[in-house]
C-alpha cells in the first residue's frame, strides 16, 4: 500500500511558476513509476508527466519545455515544477504511483488532488 499527499497548489497569475509536492508513504517508494495527471472541470483526467523508478521522464506535449518532474527517493517525494503557466493549465492535479510487471499494472495509487488556478 502506498498513501500519496498532494500539496503546492494555489491561484497564480499567467506566466508565473508554481511547484508542486506529493509525499509517499507505505511500500518502498523506489518501485513505483511516479506520475501526475490532471483533470479540468468537465474534461478527463490526462497525463502531465511520469517519472520512473530509473528516473526517465515522459511529458505530455502540451507541457513540455514548461514542466519539470523529478523525485527524491530520499524524501520519498516526487515534485512538479511549473513555468510560464497559461489558463489552460488550470486543473486539479493528481500524483500516482504505479507498479508494471510484465505489462500488466500490479498496483496503481493515487492522492486527493490539489487545485491550480491560473487567472489573472
Known amino acids: 500500500q502506498v498513501q500519496l499527499v498532494e500539496s503546492g497548489g494555489d491561484l497564480v497569475q499567467p506566466g508565473g511558476s508554481l511547484g508542486l509536492s506529493c509525499a509517499a508513504s507505505?511500500?518502498?517508494?523506489?518501485?513505483?513509476?511516479m506520475g501526475w495527471y490532471r483533470q479540468a472541470p468537465g474534461k478527463q483526467r490526462e497525463l502531465v508527466a511520469v517519472?520512473?523508478?530509473?528516473?526517465?521522464?515522459n511529458y505530455a506535449d502540451s507541457v513540455k519545455g514548461r514542466f519539470t518532474i523529478s523525485r527524491d527517493p530520499a524524501k520519498k517525494t516526487v515534485y512538479l515544477q511549473m513555468n510560464n503557466l497559461i489558463p489552460e493549465d488550470t486543473a486539479a492535479y493528481y500524483c500516482?504511483?504505479?507498479?508494471?510487471?510484465?505489462?500488466?499494472?500490479?498496483?496503481?495509487?493515487w492522492g486527493r488532488g490539489t487545485q491550480v488556478t491560473v487567472s489573472s
Open positions: 517519472i520512473t523508478s530509473g528516473g526517465n521522464t
Open positions: 500516482n504511483a504505479r507498479r508494471v510487471l510484465a505489462s500488466v499494472v500490479r498496483e496503481n495509487y
Open positions: 507505505g511500500s518502498d517508494f523506489s518501485i513505483y513509476a
